[in-house]
């Protein structure tokens, strides 16, 4: 079946510093590939995404990149703010009809300070 | 700019009580999903619906039940609660299409809090 795996969290910062927040994924085919991310209090919402092999998804100052041979979509940030506080989730859609299901890794916290 | 809203946000069962959870969206999408969201589990998908009237079980269906009569609703009901099921529900709902065309962007709501004692 499908899988997402997540670096385990939580990840603690300092303002300024550079993120990595690694995800692999197993599914059979060609899936999308995503980034959603959770702030305190609120719903998820979609940071990024790449729907095929070698794509960048970038939003916000965070880029990921859609690596087949690894089986890898790592989100980084070259400079986090205390902003980028939140829980963030790396999560796939199969390819083929899978009327829109993703499937999600288990969560990464990030907190940043000042 | 609602969106999808959840109903209630907050609620405190006794095992063996029934509760129902309304989700409502108004961007008159075909598509809509039923999560929990458990520490060190990430989101589970419960029960989702690719139109009116249709429903079909997710990853983790057990001891729930869901209705979709009308297009923008979509509603989560647990007849008989246990702890196990103390957990944060996400729903959510996408635009349909064709495998190529859908974006795969989900839309979600705040989310509901249930405990159950």
Not at chain 1, 54 to 72: C, H, L, P, Q, V
Not at chain 2, 42 to 70: F, M
């Amino acid at each position: 079946g499908n899988s997402v795996t997540q670096m385990e969290g939580p990840v603690t910062l300092s303002e300024e510093a550079f993120l990595t927040i690694n995800c692999t994924y197993t599914a059979t085919g060609y899936p999308s590939l995503f980034w959603y991310v959770q702030y305190p209090g609120e719903g998820l919402q979609l940071l990024l995404k790449a729907t095929k092999a070698d794509d960048k998804g970038s939003n916000k100052g965070f880029e990921a990149t859609y690596r087949k041979e690894t089986t890898s979509f790592h989100l980084e940030k070259g400079s986090v703010q205390v902003s980028d506080s939140a829980v963030y989730f790396c999560a796939l859609r199969a390819g083929g009809t899978s009327y829109g299901k993703l499937t999600f890794g288990q969560g990464t916290i990030l907190t940043v300070h000042p | 700019n609602a969106g999808v809203t959840q109903t209630p946000k907050f609620r405190v069962l006794k095992t063996g009580q029934s509760m129902t959870l309304l989700c409502a969206q108004d961007m008159n999408h075909e598509y809509m999903y039923w999560y929990r969201q458990d520490p060190g589990m990430g989101l589970r998908l419960i029960h989702y619906s690719v139109g009116e009237g249709t429903t079909a079980k997710g990853e983790v269906p057990d001891g729930y039940n869901v209705s979709r009569l009308k297009k923008q609703n979509f509603l989560l009901g647990l007849e008989s609660a246990a702890p196990s099921q103390t957990s944060v529900y996400f729903c959510a709902s996408s635009q349909t299409g064709l495998a190529g065309s859908n974006t795969g962007e989900l839309f979600f709501g705040e989310g509901s809090r249930l405990t159950v004692l």
